[in-house]
């Protein structure tokens, strides 16, 4: 029959719209995975140096009987530029010493610092360490010793001899960079890390998750179950729809506005940040968790009367362990937007620089997304690998939170 034809290739044809347009959302997915991973894998590895540095007490300055504070407070830059100028036979002037310390990371002494207070043996010898290099260094080192790294580096010609002659001698190495993922920030790529940004964050979604989780999910029990169906329900059920359309920097205006303003708390701090991620996060946890009660079957309340069970027995005993999937799901999906929401944030002051990792919810904190919007924005080309380093760090947590979601879904609905 020709209608049975025609319907027949109208489903063929709609089908293969259908693999179509899954197919280019993958080719999208994926170009976008390859260019992020493509660039962002380097910041995990980082160059090293090995030099030869002097550590006998009269060249440390120090005498018998030495403490682990005196230690510490060795000038061990003068230490690593000692073992740098060892490294090359040549006498250095003032400037071409410059030059070649210039090899060496921003953090290099306070790296064999920490190196010796560990291992307080090597105090009185001459010992070997491998420090941490400059990003000029690490980025010519990761690109290769090409026609084209060599136009695009900001080395001189000297320092790529220097550096030529220290690779023919094995004394550079890429290793792993550990210090992306227990640093904080820094003005320096070299050491430049994600810690501080990862605590931040940490901090903040355990407060948006402490107050949307129980506002939220308690609001929508209300609403569901307790509520009376009036005109101000509806004014509440179509406010709280509104919401969740709503632009984030909203809120991170209302963030600045009222705990800012008016409550006076402390700026650019994790408790604020918090704050105002449950803001944001609440009418989708609120809309999800109803979703959630009222996918329970109507039986299930009639059983429960009919034992004689009360309201609130109903609710709690029976309702809501059969709505918890949806509930919990509705929750870490929130939790994941939040984590990646930067406009709030930035509102409230959390684009500042932070050396150092928060130790509490009232500390100057960063956080993840903010982190990679502060190292995209800056000039220095290291800085490229370290953005989309952090990218895969909040592509993981994301991905964690999700996979998160779907294990707690099955085991609630076992």
């Known amino acids: 029959m020709p209608g049975v034809v025609e319907r027949h290739r109208g489903e063929e044809r709609f089908r293969r719209l259908g693999l179509a347009a899954i197919a280019v959302s993958m080719s999208f997915l994926a170009f976008f995975l390859i260019s992020i991973i493509g660039t962002g894998y380097g910041a995990f590895i980082q160059t090293a140096i090995k030099i030869d540095v002097d550590l006998t007490l009269p060249e440390i300055g120090l005498e018998e009987g030495f403490t682990s504070e005196d230690l510490a407070k060795v000038r061990y830059r003068s230490v690593v530029r000692a073992g740098m100028r060892a490294l090359v036979p040549e006498d250095l002037g003032r400037r071409e010493s410059r030059t070649l310390y210039g090899l060496m990371g921003a953090g290099a002494e306070f790296e064999l610092r920490d190196k010796v207070l560990a291992q307080p043996d090597v105090v009185g010898s001459v010992a070997s360490f491998w420090l941490t290099s400059s990003d000029d260094v690490d980025l010519y080192n990761k690109a290769g010793s090409t026609e084209a790294s060599e136009q695009q580096t900001r080395l001189t010609a000297k ?9 023919a001698s094995d ?11 227990t640093g904080a920030d820094s003005r320096d790529p070299e050491v430049a890390g994600v810690w501080g940004a990862i605590v931040g964050s940490f901090f903040a979604l355990g407060v948006c998750l402490l107050l949307s989780c129980f506002v939220g999910v308690l609001a929508a029990i209300y609403l569901e179950e307790f509520a009376a169906r009036n005109r101000w329900t509806q004014f509440l059920e179509v406010n709280i729809n509104n919401l969740a359309a709503v632009p984030s920097i909203t809120f991170g205006l209302l963030g600045l506005a009222i705990f800012l303003g008016f409550f006076g708390l402390p700026r650019s701090a994790s408790l604020v940040g ?20 009222q996918a329970v079957a109507p039986s299930i309340r009639e059983a429960a009367f009919g034992i004689g069970a009360s309201r609130v027995q109903t609710v709690f005993h029976h309702v809501v362990p059969l709505a918890m999937p949806g509930i919990l799901t509705g929750i870490i999906i929130g939790m994941a937007r939040a984590l990646g929401e930067t406009a ?7 684009v500042a620089f932070i050396a150092d990792a928060p130790t509490g919810l009232t ?9 990679v919007y502060l190292w995209a924005d800056s000039p220095e080309r290291a800085f490229a690998e370290k953005t989309a380093g952090a990218i895969l760090v909040l592509l ?10 779907v294990i707690l879904r099955r085991k609630f609905e076992k």
């Open 171 to 181: 004394r550079i190495k890429t290793r792993f960079n550990w210090t992306f993922l």
């Open 363 to 371: 500390q100057p904190a960063s956080a993840l997304p903010v982190q």
């Open 344 to 350: 709030p944030l930035l509102m409230i002051g959390m």
């Open 159 to 167: 320092q790529i001899e220097w550096y030529s002659e220290l690779k």
């Open 274 to 293: 918090g704050m105002v991620l449950a803001l944001m996060t609440l009418p989708t946890v609120i809309i999800s968790s109803r979703v959630a009660l």
């Open 396 to 405: 993981v947590f994301l991905l964690l939170m999700n996979l998160m979601a």
